[in-house]
C-alpha cells in the first residue's frame, strides 16, 4: 500500500467525486429519518495543501484551485460543494471524503469509515475528533462493507473510493457493489474510477449493468485528450439509485467544470443512464 491521497487531495478527480457526494448528503438530509453512511476507503480526513506532498505534485492548484476565481452565480451543486470545502481552504487545507461527511451528520445520523493503512487511520482519528456519530476502523473497506449492510436506519450512501493501486481493482468494485445491492437494495452506491484504459471502463460499466441496478448513473469528466492510457485522463462515477434531481444538478455543473479544469483542448464529459449508454471504443 504506497498510495497516499495527500499527493491529489483537491485535484479534478476529488472536485467531481465531493462534488456528487455532497449532493447525495443533501438528499439524505431532506427527511427526518437517520440515515447511515460508509465510506470503504476512507483516507486520512484532512489535508495540509502546504504540505510537502501537495506542494510536489500541485493537483490541487489544477483543480479545486482553478474553480475558486469562477464568476458567480454557479450551478447550485457546484456553490453547494464549494460551500463545503471552502471552510477548510482558508486555513490552507483540502477535506476529505470524511470530513464532508461528518459535516453534513445530523444528530441521529451514522457514519463509518474504514482505512486500512495505520498511518492514515490514526491521521483520520485526529482529523475528525471526538464524535459519537463516527467510527473509524483500522480494516479492509470491502469486509466493512459486507459486514455493515444493510445499516439499521435502512437509508444511506457508501462511497467506495479505492486508489486502484493493484489490478482487478474494477472487478474488486463490481463484486462490492452486487454484495452490496444483495444486502442493501436500496442505498445510494457512489463508485468512483479512474478514466486511463477506456476497456477497464467498460468492464466496470458492464459489470454494474449485469447486476441490473434499478437505476444507475454515470458522470465523467475528462480533462486530457485521451490519446495515451498512461496518465489519469479524466475520471468518474458509477451512482447506484441516484438521488431525484442528481442528473440535473450535474448537468448544470459538468459543461463548466469541463471547460474550466481542461489541461489540453476543450475537456469532455458525460452524464447518462447506465442502461442506455454508448460506451466508447
Ligand atoms: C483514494 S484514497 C481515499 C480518498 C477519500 N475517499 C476521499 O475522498 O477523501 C484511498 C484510500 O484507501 C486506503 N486503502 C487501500 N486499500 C484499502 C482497503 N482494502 N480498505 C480500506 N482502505 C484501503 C488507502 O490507504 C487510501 O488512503
Redesign the pocket.
Known amino acids: 500500500?504506497n498510495?497516499?491521497?495527500a499527493y491529489?487531495?483537491g485535484n479534478f478527480a476529488?472536485v467531481l467525486?465531493?462534488l456528487v457526494?455532497v449532493q447525495v448528503l443533501q438528499h439524505l438530509r431532506r427527511k427526518d429519518k437517520p440515515f447511515y453512511a460508509l465510506?470503504?476507503?476512507?483516507?486520512?480526513?484532512l489535508?495540509d495543501l502546504r504540505g510537502e506532498a501537495a506542494e510536489k505534485t500541485g493537483e490541487y492548484r489544477e483543480g479545486i484551485g482553478r474553480l475558486l476565481s469562477l464568476p458567480e452565480p454557479l450551478p447550485p451543486a457546484l456553490a453547494d460543494y464549494l460551500a463545503a470545502v471552502r471552510p477548510y481552504l482558508t486555513d490552507s487545507h483540502y477535506?476529505?471524503?470524511?470530513?464532508?461527511v461528518q459535516s453534513m451528520l445530523r444528530e441521529g445520523d451514522r457514519a463509518l469509515f474504514?482505512?486500512?493503512?495505520p498511518e492514515?487511520?490514526a491521521a483520520l482519528l485526529d482529523a475528525l475528533g471526538r464524535d459519537r456519530r463516527v467510527k473509524v476502523e483500522c480494516?479492509?473497506?470491502?469486509?466493512?462493507l459486507r459486514a455493515t449492510l444493510p445499516p439499521k436506519e435502512r437509508r444511506g450512501l457508501v462511497?467506495v473510493?479505492?486508489?486502484?493501486?493493484e489490478k482487478g481493482e474494477m472487478e474488486r468494485l463490481g463484486k462490492a457493489l452486487r454484495e452490496g445491492l444483495r444486502r442493501f437494495a436500496t442505498g445510494q452506491y457512489l463508485l468512483?474510477y479512474p478514466i486511463k484504459a477506456r476497456a477497464d471502463v467498460r468492464l466496470l460499466h458492464d459489470l454494474v449493468r449485469s447486476l441490473e441496478p434499478k437505476e444507475a448513473l454515470v458522470a465523467e469528466l475528462t480533462i486530457w485528450p485521451e490519446r495515451t492510457e498512461l496518465r489519469l485522463n479524466g475520471t468518474g462515477m458509477v451512482i447506484v439509485n441516484p438521488p431525484y434531481g442528481l442528473k440535473e444538478a450535474l448537468a448544470a455543473c459538468l459543461p463548466l467544470l469541463a471547460r474550466t479544469l481542461a489541461r489540453e483542448g476543450p475537456g469532455g464529459w458525460r452524464l447518462e443512464p447506465l442502461s442506455t449508454q454508448t460506451e466508447k471504443a
Request: aromatic residues 12%; negative net charge; proline residues 9%.
Open positions: 500500500m498510495y497516499r491521497h491529489h487531495a476529488d467525486k465531493h457526494l465510506d470503504t476507503h476512507a483516507g486520512r480526513g489535508y477535506p476529505g471524503s470524511p470530513l464532508l474504514a482505512e486500512l493503512h492514515e487511520n480494516r479492509d473497506g470491502y469486509e466493512a462511497l473510493d479505492p486508489p486502484f493501486e468512483w
